[in-house]
């Protein structure tokens, strides 16, 4: 498969499979390979790759009768007689040529069957093996706790333990689904090994989900009609950019919503175009935003490659089935707000409405281009990871989406060039909120865009017709008409200039980007960030004599490894957020603060505490015990004044 093939809209009829295809084009293909001779010609009696280009020379040299011309397509020119000048002949050849490519481009597109494909196989598995190796190597340690990922595990263990849909009030900040996905991955590992639910050792089951999403990458750029090197250069980038390394790690929602929604994208461009595949492909991509919501954001883009990948006589049709079951399935996460009469807001429950008002409501981060804004950081803090990716593949996006119209490789993937453009506009919005996550669903879009980018450059390159002066004696060639090439002329060919301005393309691509991936690769696999929680959460394990009576306020990266060890789940142990937020857990603490024991502050309840005012008043009330580490990512366990925990010798470790 190349990268220049039929547009979608010229494709054959619904469910060309490759038996029907094949003999539908033999009785015209043996007839074509008997009346038409002379290099470049030839027509093909299988599934026809991209035009290969010829040179005026060997077009010239063709002797074409009328029979083969008819042959070729009704249009095609007469033959020229072959006493005729030089130019005549190359005329006609082009001419020849032209009517070959428009036979080829109403024919079916070439079918590749993954589970079928040896070197396909071979390619995406042996980089699975790669980004597996890299991504799973001390994945424990690198990168440090987040609170995100340590809300998601409590919330997902809550669902395991039968105590509902999080471990406080559910009060629908995000749709269920994603953690309940989570539940389901760790639901084995937590019945083995209780004592391990925690989230340093639970984050090797999202190497199952990259590794699905890296497979997904490739198959989808395949049928987006990359080439091999073009598809294996997706799914390295996805892979192993280090901005993937350092976030699909995490037990992050986005992760696993990314995962269905490039499965939607691969069901939409399914080359054996099922209606099932496309209806399938609305409820992935439902699935997809029920597990994050904020990949609403990318469905324009799933709907424009169903659109373009879908046969124009069922194409309506098809459109509007995807959109009623991923609608169908959508509307099942506010039916379950109104079964539970939740739906709408009230002072005295939770509703659907009021946590997406809070969404909708959260305070700007600022405009990304703003050096003191909370967005600014957030993007600098993604170009320290990998400048190359989303900087490059912003450029590739709008290069694919200028060339739209002219390129067949554009109009192919132009659904991830629009997910990456509609992405990135959000993202320049004047005072919108940037959180550090949201670069996680643009990142298989940004290495499918860059890769057929460079698909398309390389065709150029490499397949631009060259245009002589009719008449020019350099159009002539001694060569005999028909004879096959000598091995002199395909080392010519190989080592001509073109593909030598792809090789120095490829070389400089490679020295720009090979070094800079490694060495942002260096801290996942060598550094370990999460040494300091580790060392916290023994403290409250050896050193508290009874820990079911002790309250101690903590984010919820050790919310988990406290509740294992023995404190009182909700009313024991609390998620910091909750004391300010939650009417129920702040009817636990009447005195608030002070009845509180300990407080742990790490760099999350030190950045939020301003805004909670339990919080902020247990720092102000509190002696440190014990601090791990130093400068802005220590923990110190701090005893507050006047609780009821017995005093603790101080010290830092």
């Not at 669903?441 to 490499?462: C, E, K, R, T, Y």
């Not at 260096?522 to 009576?549: C, G, M, S, V």
Request: aromatic fraction near 8%.
């Amino acid at each position: 498969m190349t990268t220049t093939l039929p547009s979608p809209d010229e494709t054959a009829p619904e469910n060309p499979t490759r038996e029907q295809a094949a003999q539908d084009r033999a009785p015209a293909a043996t007839a074509a390979r008997g009346r038409i001779s002379g290099p470049g010609t030839t027509v093909p009696d299988a599934s026809p790759p991209a035009p290969t280009p010829t040179t005026d020379a060997a077009a010239a040299s063709a002797a074409v009768t009328p029979s083969a011309s008819a042959a070729v397509t009704p249009s095609a020119p007469a033959a020229v007689p072959a006493s005729a000048p030089a130019g005549a002949r190359t005329a006609f050849a082009r001419a020849a040529a032209k009517s070959v490519a428009t036979r080829r481009r109403t024919e079916p597109r070439p079918v590749v069957r993954f589970r079928s494909s040896r070197p396909d196989l071979l390619i995406c598995f042996g980089l699975l093996a790669v980004i597996m190796l890299v991504q799973g190597w001390n994945i424990t340690g690198f990168p440090a706790l987040s609170d995100d990922e340590g809300t998601y595990l409590s919330q997902a263990w809550a669902v395991q333990q039968g105590e509902g849909l999080a471990h406080y009030t559910y009060w629908y900040d995000h749709p269920p689904l994603g953690w309940i996905q989570i539940a389901g991955l760790t639901y084995l590992p937590s019945l083995i090994w209780p004592e391990s639910m925690n989230v340093a050792t639970m984050r090797p089951v999202m190497l199952l989900i990259s590794a699905i999403s890296a497979v997904l990458v490739y198959v989808l750029a395949r049928r987006l009609f990359l080439p091999r090197w073009a598809a294996a250069l997706a799914m390295a980038a996805f892979g192993l950019s280090p901005l993937s390394v350092y976030f699909q790690r995490e037990l992050f929602l986005d992760n696993i919503a990314v995962m269905w929604m490039l499965l939607a994208f691969c069901l939409a461009a399914s080359p054996s175009r099922h209606l099932w595949h496309q209806f399938a492909a609305g409820l992935a991509g439902a699935v997809s935003v029920l597990s994050k919501e904020t990949m609403l954001l990318v469905l324009p883009a799933l709907l424009v490659t169903l659109w373009t990948h879908s046969h124009r006589e069922t194409r309506k049709f098809v459109v509007t089935g995807a959109i009623t079951s991923c609608a169908l399935i959508g509307l099942s996460y506010p039916l379950y707000a109104l079964l539970n009469n939740e739906l709408f807001a009230s002072p005295d429950h939770v509703s659907l409405f009021a946590g997406i008002e809070y969404q909708l409501s959260r305070p700007g981060s600022g405009f990304i281009l703003d050096a003191g804004s909370g967005s600014h950081k957030t993007f600098q803090a993604w170009l320290y990871y990998d400048p190359i990716l989303p900087l490059a593949g912003v450029a590739a996006a709008v290069l694919l989406l200028l060339v739209f119209r002219w390129s067949v490789t554009a109009r192919a993937i132009g659904g991830p060039a629009l997910a990456v453009a509609i992405l990135t506009l959000l993202a320049f919005r004047p005072d919108g909120y940037l959180p550090a996550m949201y670069v996680i669903q643009a990142l298989p879009f940004l290495a499918l865009v860059l890769a057929g980018a460079a698909a398309s450059i390389v065709h150029m390159v490499l397949h631009r017709r060259r245009t002589e002066p009719a008449g020019d004696p350099a159009a002539e060639t001694t060569e005999t008409p028909g004879a096959p090439a000598t091995m002199r002329d395909r080392f010519r060919k190989l080592l001509g200039p073109r593909h030598a301005l792809v090789a120095v393309l490829a070389v400089l691509a490679a020295v720009a980007t090979v070094p800079a991936w490694a060495e942002g690769n260096r801290d996942a696999l060598t550094q370990d960030d999460n040494r300091h929680y580790r060392a916290a959460a023994a403290w409250f394990e050896n050193e508290i004599d009874d820990p079911a009576n002790t309250r101690v306020l903590v984010d919820d990266a050790l919310w988990l490894d406290l509740v294992h060890d023995g404190y009182t789940p909700g009313t024991g142990v609390f998620w910091f957020y909750k004391a300010d937020l939650d009417p129920a857990v702040m009817k636990t603490i009447p005195r608030g603060w002070r009845d509180i024991d300990y407080i742990v502050s790490t760099v999350t309840v030190r950045r939020d505490a301003p805004t909670l005012p339990t919080t902020a008043a247990a720092l102000a009330n509190s002696t440190p015990v014990v601090v791990f580490g130093t400068g802005d990512d220590r923990i110190e366990i701090r005893r507050i004044n006047g609780g009821k925990a017995a005093p603790a010798t101080g010290g830092s470790r």
